[in-house]
């Protein structure tokens, strides 16, 4: 359940994020000034690549929202630095329990790229949440957007199981093109639980085979 309700929070936030002010307001709520009251909530800042926006032990404070950029999220097990999930223009993020629960963020949060972010604290979060929850059409879209987001989840922690490194690599080729474009090797190879030396072999061989087939 609060999984669920985390993938709900985060979620929210991306459909209010992704221009959706105008659409909502409109569509869900008879007061449109409303929506314009929520925009309010939240600060635009620009940050440099490289920028921890947390850090793993702090307490989140804070959710951001990517108008232009990317971010890693990554934490450490033994000293190795392993990537979670990547994040690109018009999501959110956050350590949502952290956030939640006012416990130490088992993450860190980092700029891959220049960012600029839009951020809200928790209070004004917690209040949006409050006012909005109860909006049945917004709940319609929630729900199909949980299902999507926890399908999406799902099979990427089913390819460590499933997936060989190859099948991986090239699953992320398929379904996730920005990643292998936007991202530098080291952080994909992480993020596919290789190392870089694994990552450019496997390239390597997926380049001569592709020259082999022409």
């Known amino acids: 359940m609060g999984y669920l309700l985390s993938l709900i929070i985060v979620i929210l936030m991306s459909l209010i994020f992704r221009n959706m002010f105008e659409q909502l307001k409109y569509k869900l709520s008879p007061d449109a000034q409303i929506w314009v009251e929520y925009k309010e909530y939240f600060t635009r800042i620009e940050v440099p690549a490289k920028t921890n926006l947390l850090k793993e032990g702090e307490i989140a404070h804070k959710l951001f929202l990517i108008e232009k950029g990317c971010i890693r999220v990554w934490h450490n097990y033994d000293g ?94 398929q379904d996730h093109p920005q990643i292998v474009q936007r991202i530098p090797q080291h952080y994909i190879a992480s993020y596919l639980g290789i190392s870089s030396v694994h990552l450019s072999r496997i390239k390597n061989k997926l380049t001569k085979s592709k020259q082999q087939s022409i």
Do not use: G, M
């Open 80 to 173: 190795k630095d392993i990537t979670c999930q990547f994040f690109f223009e018009n999501s959110t993020v956050s350590s949502i329990e952290s956030l939640k629960k006012d416990i130490p963020s088992p993450i860190t949060i980092e700029t891959v790229e220049a960012c600029i972010l839009w951020w809200i604290n928790k209070k004004d979060l917690n209040k949006i949440i409050e006012e909005i929850k109860e909006i049945p059409k917004l709940r319609d879209i929630l729900i199909d957007a949980v299902f999507e987001r926890t399908f999406d989840y799902i099979k990427h922690f089913s390819t460590f199981i499933c997936d060989s490194p190859e099948q991986r690599y090239l699953h992320l080729l």
